[in-house]
């Protein structure tokens, strides 16, 4: 057995003997033949927040390292693009602390495929933004947390523009993605390769998510109550979600 299967075996006996296990908020789906893991949660009942390193400045880097001092760990997902040395690629905030500032230079990679955006959290209300909208609403109140990340999937309830249908790129992908009332966080992480038109659809028309922001590739991994999936490699930002 190995430590994935050992961690969801406990995951499972706790979550059981608790009565509330990942299922409640994570469920399986297919989206146009491929299998997908997605996690919804309605912001008002649960506490999100970004995490980068611990308390002794050592970084996480990867999610089966947090544990329940922020509430109980409902579930927990790499949460964007970083460095060779795990740092953030752009905007970091933790605990209302800017750590990293926002950046809209343009470049290669996923990242500059622009428009880019920042997930955020602050007083209790969670959001997507395209990076130059952040900029002049967002970036004049702090948030508590925020990561950013791209290219954007869903932009105010359209596509990215620069998405190929027959686009041969086809890689794992995980994302987040808020309603348009801001009311309900989507999260999901596919299990096979996909597209990012196709992965951008899957926010857009089956989790009417108004805006969503890819996070990541092939390193991409997800933690829930009896539920893990992804890659054990050391990641930079992580996203978790706490019951309150």
């Known amino acids: 057995m190995n430590l994935s299967s050992i961690w969801d075996f406990f995951a499972s006996l706790f979550c059981a003997f608790l009565g509330t296990c990942a299922a409640d908020h994570c469920r399986v789906e297919n989206w146009r033949g491929v299998d997908h893991t997605i996690c919804s949660f309605a912001v008002a009942e649960v506490t999100v927040r970004t995490h980068w390193k611990d308390a002794d400045g050592k970084i996480y880097g990867h999610p089966s390292r947090l544990s329940d001092a922020d509430g109980r760990l409902l579930m927990a997902m790499n949460g964007g693009m970083y460095h060779d040395d795990l740092?953030?690629?752009?905007?970091?905030?933790?605990?209302?602390?800017?750590?990293?500032?926002?950046?809209?230079?343009?470049?290669?990679?996923?990242?500059?495929?622009?428009?880019?955006?920042?997930?955020?959290?602050?007083?209790?209300?969670?959001?997507?933004?395209?990076?130059?909208?952040?900029?002049?609403?967002?970036?004049?109140?702090?948030?508590?947390?925020?990561?950013?990340?791209?290219?954007?999937?869903?932009?105010?309830?359209?596509?990215?523009?620069?998405?190929?249908?027959?686009?041969?790129?086809?890689?794992?992908?995980?994302?987040?993605?808020?309603?348009?009332?801001?009311?309900?966080?989507?999260?999901?992480?596919s299990h096979g390769t996909v597209t990012f038109w196709d992965f951008g659809d899957l926010f857009k028309d089956r989790l009417q998510a108004h805006n969503a922001l890819f996070l990541d590739g092939t390193v991409s991994t997800i933690r829930a109550e009896g539920l893990s999936r992804g890659s054990w490699r050391a990641v930079g930002p992580l996203i978790g979600v706490y019951a309150k």
Do not use: C
């Open 87 to 189: 740092g953030p690629v752009g905007l970091y905030v933790e605990e209302g602390k800017q750590k990293k500032a926002l950046s809209t230079k343009g470049g290669y990679g996923n990242f500059h495929l622009l428009p880019n955006g920042v997930f955020w959290v602050r007083n209790g209300k969670a959001g997507v933004t395209e990076t130059g909208a952040y900029r002049k609403r967002v970036a004049g109140k702090m948030p508590d947390f925020a990561t950013q990340s791209g290219p954007m999937l869903v932009i105010d309830g359209k596509r990215h523009p620069r998405f190929l249908k027959n686009s041969d790129s086809r890689k794992i992908r995980n994302g987040v993605g808020v309603s348009n009332d801001g009311k309900r966080l989507h999260i999901a992480i």
